[in-house]
């Protein structure tokens, strides 16, 4: 399972690739968020564990910047490393202070399935598009769904926010997992011709996401910041966290989206 230490250790690898780190953040339990970039100049970024049992996505995220070979892309590989700890680690991997607060929260103790960052608010309901309007929110502390206190009350919700904005991101790709899918809209905007190219390319579904709200793409579609893509990894037949045996395709089916990425910033 790819953790925050197994980032700590890929940062020196990507330093070697010629990227540098840029910290745009601290979340809640004070650890690093950072973006990994060549040069200034990127305006497309790929982002990987928001979902923290969707860690796998993380691990992608990180190759997928070791393959590639310009300097049109960032990469955050771990938008919720705190989140990311709790499934692979436990509680021990919080503060103190939160421990007693989050162990209520995850099912039976048990940190397996948890979504949400560290303190249990899920960062992809977090976002200023619709926050608060999707079919299955919560509006109460929870491993899922908690919507927060207000739209972009987390640091890693704002940091990602600040980060496009800062740098004029006009492609983003949020990987999540499962389900072999792409959404591509958000309230009647999104770019269908590219998100065809981007199914193409993965082998993927396009689909609507019905009564969905908050997420990264929503935001950064209601924006119009440009072209944004929500892509599900793995099939759905396994369980979370998705199995690592299964990754060697999940890596297969992505390389090709860096390709298109660069592609679709040719329209900016």
């Known amino acids: 399972m790819y953790s925050y230490s197994d980032l700590e250790k890929d940062r020196i690898e990507l330093f070697s690739l010629g990227y540098k780190e840029e910290e745009i953040g601290k979340t809640v339990y004070a650890r690093r968020i950072s973006a990994f970039a060549r040069g200034e100049g990127a305006k497309a970024l790929i982002v990987g564990a928001t979902h923290a049992r969707e860690h796998i996505t993380a691990k992608l995220v990180v190759d997928l910047a070791k393959l590639y070979k310009g300097d049109k892309i960032a990469f955050i590989p771990m938008l919720n490393p705190d989140g990311v700890e709790l499934v692979i680690k436990g509680v021990e991997s919080a503060p103190i202070e939160y421990r007693e607060r989050i162990v209520r929260l995850a099912p039976n103790g048990d940190f397996t399935l948890w979504k949400a960052n560290g303190r ?69 905007r999104g770019n269908r011709k590219k998100a065809k190219a981007l199914a193409q390319t993965t082998g993927y579904d396009l689909s609507y996401a019905y009564q969905s709200h908050g997420g990264f793409k929503d935001w950064f579609l209601k924006k119009g910041l440009g072209d944004a893509f929500t892509v599900e990894v793995g099939q759905d037949r396994f369980d979370h966290p998705y199995p690592y045996t299964e990754y060697g395709d999940i890596l297969s089916q992505n390389v090709g989206v860096l390709d298109k990425i660069e592609e679709f910033l040719d329209d900016y």
């Open 120 to 188: 249990g608010v899920d960062i992809n309901v977090n976002y200023d598009a619709g926050w608060g309007r999707g079919r299955t929110n919560l509006f109460y502390e929870n491993y899922q769904n908690y919507v927060g206190e207000g739209p972009e009350s987390e640091p890693e919700t704002r940091s990602s926010v600040d980060y496009v904005l800062k740098k004029g991101i006009k492609v983003l790709v949020s990987y999540h997992a499962k389900g072999e899918v792409i959404y591509w809209s958000y309230e009647g």
